[in-house]
């Protein structure tokens, strides 16, 4: 995780100079479709996955990673550094808010607690001093 998270990190700082985010993050993806590529090529004797469900992972990846990808990469030029860190740690919170609204996944104390706990910080983190 500490190596995701610098890496995240370097990801966004060289993304707040790039000037067409959509095409960069096409290049990473495609990039990334090359590795993909060969791992499955080395895995696929083995491999008992139904090809519906090779698709539904593509899509979901290309369609709503890629978008957000782009999204992140329009968004952070705007930002201070600082706060686009900050920001990021929420990410984790939402997309379990996400499964909750979306995927019908339950709703449970811990959850909710846990989800509260990370936007207050980041909340906190976020707001200028008065």
């Known amino acids: ?5 610098v890496a995240w990190g370097i990801y966004t700082l060289r993304g707040r100079a790039v000037a067409d985010p959509m095409r960069e993050t096409a290049g990473n993806f495609i990039r990334a479709v090359l590795l993909a590529l060969l791992a499955l090529w080395w895995a696929a004797p083995s491999w008992k996955m139904p090809a519906s469900a090779l698709a539904a992972a593509v899509a979901s990846g290309a369609v709503t990673s890629g978008a957000g990808y782009a999204l992140w990469y329009a968004t952070v030029r705007h930002l201070r550094a600082t706060y686009a860190a900050v920001a990021q740690l929420s990410v984790p919170a939402l997309a379990a808010l996400g499964g909750v609204a979306f995927l019908a996944e339950p709703l449970t104390w811990q959850l909710a607690a ?6 207050a910080g980041v909340a906190l983190a976020l707001r200028r001093p008065s």
């Open 1 to 5: 995780m500490l190596a995701a998270g």
């Open 114 to 119: 846990s989800c509260l706990t990370v936007l």
